[in-house]
């Protein structure tokens, strides 16, 4: 079964515990903290397989853990770090978060493996916290928890076009006809049940994918028949064939057809009614000559001056259709053929849990320190090195009321602020 929309929930391994170890060897007193390190959590790694073209595999199983890391041993011994978890995706898969809808990643182009959730740090064993004054410690770090969330995925296919009309318009006999796609072919509504990739050779000039999408009706951007389902499919399309049934065997004008599949497409992404679509006028070959020349005449001077080339064809004897996949390369051949790609728009560092406690003291004169899990996870997963991450610290700091209680404070231009062995001047 082609499926191309699931929601799973994902969570990285938590990180392993350090170690309150003390050394006990014979003829060794007072050997001192030795509690090791625990290990780091599983990551959640989206890798692109090319073998896949649906999304089955995430059809039942919807709960995804990777391994936590192993608590810190004595010795100063590390725990082992938690096994990554490594999700196989088909090439065009988005990654969407569930609450906020923002794209998370997109595996597709150049990005083939992408590492989504880090697991947990794990935490630092007694021995580093022993000092001159602590020779003793009896705590430890406890390792970060790992971090969560909700995706949907989408499929979304990669192609250069889209082959969209109203069902039984002959779509697939199209797509058989001019690529080696094997399309199920009957002469009833929705036949297509899931979209399918074909690559058109040409003679001169070399070719193009071309997709055909599932007929659409009335209605398909508010969630009525099959064909809204894949509209998603047509997202990352440079052009658009729109097929219609020129013989009108169904007794359906083709120009009020092709008004309502436009907006259909409008209703669902107002980018998709701007590509550059070119009319396939199929089935002229039930007509008689008189008849096509007024249909094709009508379709022409309708569409035309709105910049819709017209091409009468039949996908069944194959009449017109060598001149439309010429004209349609030529248009392709002016175009960016750089595959669409959807910006990253979430970032993890939102999953910082915002209820976990903090504190926020003045240390000494000039020198004040916040501490707490919040700041830890914080730091753990904010990368201060980039400007995206130092603007997100920022903004933490802020919105957490952070910056606010330390004025309350008293805390002056040039004052130091010291978050777990990180220390930043204060200017407003």
């Given at each position: ?79 082992r770090n938690g096994q990554d978890l490594v999700l196989k995706v088909p090439p065009g898969t988005v990654i969407i978060e569930k609450n906020t809808g923002k794209v998370v990643a997109d595996m597709s182009g150049d990005n083939r493996r992408e590492v989504i959730l880090k697991g947990g740090r ?213 175009m960016d053929r750089t595959p669409v790609i959807f910006e990253k728009e979430f970032s993890t560092d939102e999953l910082i849990v915002a209820t976990e406690p903090f504190e926020v003291r003045k240390e000494e004169e000039h020198l004040y320190v916040v501490e707490g899990p919040r700041i ?53």
């Amino acid at each position: 079964m082609f499926v191309d929309r699931v929601e799973i929930y994902i969570k990285s391994g938590k990180g392993g515990d350090g170690a309150v170890s003390f050394r006990r060897e014979k003829y060794i007193p007072a050997g001192g903290p030795d509690g090791g390190d625990g290990g780091k959590g599983g990551d959640i790694i989206f890798e692109v397989d090319e073998g896949l073209n649906t999304l089955s595999d995430y059809r039942y199983k919807r709960k995804f853990v990777a391994e936590d890391g192993e608590n810190g041993k004595k010795q100063k011994c590390t725990g082992r770090n938690g096994q990554d978890l490594v999700l196989k995706v088909p090439p065009g898969t988005v990654i969407i978060e569930k609450n906020t809808g923002k794209v998370v990643a997109d595996m597709s182009g150049d990005n083939r493996r992408e590492v989504i959730l880090k697991g947990g740090r794990g935490g630092k064993g007694n021995y580093h916290y022993a000092t001159s004054t602590m020779q003793v410690p009896r705590y430890a770090q406890p390792g970060q928890p790992g971090l969560e969330m909700t995706v949907i995925l989408e499929l979304k296919v990669i192609a250069d076009v889209g082959l969209v009309g109203f069902p039984n318009v002959g779509k697939s006999t199209l797509l058989s006809r001019v690529t080696n796609a094997k399309p199920k072919i009957g002469n009833y509504h929705f036949t297509t049940i899931s979209p399918n990739l074909g690559v058109v050779d040409l003679e001169e000039g070399g070719g193009f994918v071309i997709a055909d999408i599932p007929g659409l009706i009335e209605g398909a951007s508010e969630g009525l028949g099959l064909g809204h389902e894949f509209l998603r499919h047509i997202e990352r399309t440079k052009a658009i064939i729109h097929i219609v049934d020129a013989a009108s065997t169904e007794g359906r004008d083709p120009i009020e057809d092709i008004r309502k599949i436009n907006d259909e497409l409008r209703a669902y992404n107002s980018k998709l009614a701007d590509l550059p679509q070119v009319i396939a006028a199929n089935k002229i070959d039930v007509l008689q000559k008189e008849e096509e020349e007024m249909v094709i005449k009508r379709l022409k001077e309708t569409f035309e001056p709105e910049g819709y080339k017209v091409f009468p064809i039949s996908a069944v004897s194959g009449k017109g259709i060598k001149e439309l996949l010429y004209y349609v390369k030529g248009m392709l051949d002016k175009m960016d053929r750089t595959p669409v790609i959807f910006e990253k728009e979430f970032s993890t560092d939102e999953l910082i849990v915002a209820t976990e406690p903090f504190e926020v003291r003045k240390e000494e004169e000039h020198l004040y320190v916040v501490e707490g899990p919040r700041i830890e996870r914080m730091l753990g997963y904010t990368n201060l090195n980039t400007e995206k991450g130092f603007i997100f610290f920022q903004n933490f700091l802020r919105d957490n009321g952070i910056l606010e209680k330390l004025e309350e404070l008293g805390i002056q231009e040039g004052d130091t602020v010291r978050m777990y062995g990180l220390e930043f001047d204060y200017y407003k």
